[in-house]
C-alpha cells in the first residue's frame, strides 16, 4: 500500500497496438489503449493513479501510482505486433501493513493491537504466554489482530514486549503495566 508499481508486457516485433485489461477483485473493469499508427492512448472506467508510462526506446507500461487495495486484482496485457500476438498476465496481491499499538487494559494487562493489516499479522509475547489472538475483519479486506497477554509469572519483571510478524515486515514494542 501507497508505493508505486510498473508492470510491462512481453513485446516482439513493431507493436501496432498494446491494450491493458484491468479486473479489480472489487468494481469493474478497466482498459487502457495504446494504437502505435495513431500515437493515440483510449481509457475507460480507470482510477486516476492508473496511468501509462512511455520511456524512451522501452514498450509502454502501465504504471499504478500510491497502490491502494482496490488496486488488488488481475491485470492482462495483450500485443498485436508484427510478430504474432502476446499476453502477459499478473495477478497484483496488495499488502497493507499493520498499525501496532500497545496499550494496558482496565485489569492492568497488556494489550498489542495490530490493526489493520493484510493479511492479518502474527502476534507473540515476550517473555512468552498462553494468550491467544483475537481476529476482526473489515469491509476494506484488512484484518485487526488483538492479543491480551496471559502469564501466571513474569519472573520478576512486569515488562512485556509485542513482537508482530507481517509479510511486510515485523515490529515490536515493549510495555510495563
Known amino acids: 500500500v501507497g ?70 486484482g488481475n491485470y492482462s496485457c495483450e500485443v498485436a505486433s508484427t510478430d504474432g500476438n502476446f499476453r502477459t498476465m499478473y495477478h497484483l496481491t496488495v499488502l497493507a501493513p499493520p498499525r501496532l499499538s500497545v496499550y494496558c487494559d482496565e485489569q492492568g494487562s497488556p494489550v498489542c493491537e495490530a490493526a489493520a493489516g493484510k493479511p492479518p499479522a502474527q502476534l507473540s509475547w515476550v ?27 513474569t519472573h520478576g519483571t512486569n515488562v512485556t514486549t509485542c513482537m508482530v510478524s507481517h509479510a511486510a515486515g515485523n515490529w515490536s514494542q515493549a510495555i510495563a503495566c
Open 3 to 72: 508505493n508505486s508499481s510498473v508492470l510491462t508486457c512481453l513485446i516482439k516485433g513493431q507493436i501496432s497496438m498494446l491494450t491493458w485489461t484491468i479486473t479489480p477483485k472489487v468494481g469493474g473493469p478497466c482498459t487502457l489503449v495504446y494504437r502505435t499508427d495513431r500515437n493515440m492512448t483510449h481509457r475507460a472506467n480507470c482510477s486516476d493513479n492508473i496511468n501509462w508510462k512511455f520511456r524512451a526506446d522501452l514498450a509502454p507500461a502501465l504504471e499504478i501510482q500510491q497502490v491502494g487495495i482496490a488496486q488488488e
Open 127 to 153: 517473555p512468552g504466554s498462553s494468550s491467544s489472538a483475537e481476529e476482526r475483519c473489515h469491509d476494506n479486506g484488512t484484518m485487526t489482530v488483538l492479543s491480551k497477554f496471559t502469564a501466571c509469572s
